[in-house]
């Protein structure tokens, strides 16, 4: 992103081809400003990459302003098939 939002929702997509399904579980997410971590979901809501499924959702609280979604893991690589970043209407800067 090229400027700070209020992020409202992500959402991660899962690939649904044959190589590469379940890759993502497990995954993290963590939502950065000014390059310092303000959102982390190992933290927030560890429960919701655990399960393999096709869309993960993250409710993200109004108070979290970020200008970097990052999705990875503690070990090897991610396979996403697309991440969705919704923000609120406001643009912190």
């Not at 959702?57 to 108070?63: E, L, N, R, V």
């Given at each position: 992103?090229?400027?700070?939002?209020?992020?409202?929702?992500?959402?991660?997509?899962?690939?649904?081809?044959?190589?590469?399904?379940?890759?993502?579980?497990?995954?993290?997410?963590?939502?950065?400003?000014?390059?310092?971590?303000?959102?982390?979901?190992?933290?927030?809501?560890?429960?919701?990459?655990?399960?393999?499924?096709?869309?993960y959702?993250?409710?993200?609280?109004?108070?979290?302003?970020?200008?970097?979604?990052?999705?990875?893991?503690?070990f090897?690589?991610?396979?996403?098939?697309?991440?969705?970043v919704?923000?609120?209407?406001?643009?912190?800067?």
């Open positions: 992103m090229t400027s700070t939002y209020s992020i409202s929702q992500v959402k991660v997509y899962a690939r649904t081809d044959e190589c590469c399904r379940g890759t993502i579980k497990d995954f993290i997410m963590t939502i950065y400003r000014d390059e310092l971590e303000v959102y982390n979901s190992s933290d927030k809501n560890p429960d919701e990459s655990s399960t393999e499924k096709s869309i959702i993250y409710q993200i609280s109004p108070s979290i302003k970020g200008d970097v979604v990052q999705i990875g893991m503690n090897g690589n991610v396979e996403v098939a697309e991440v969705v919704n923000v609120r209407e406001e643009m912190i800067n």
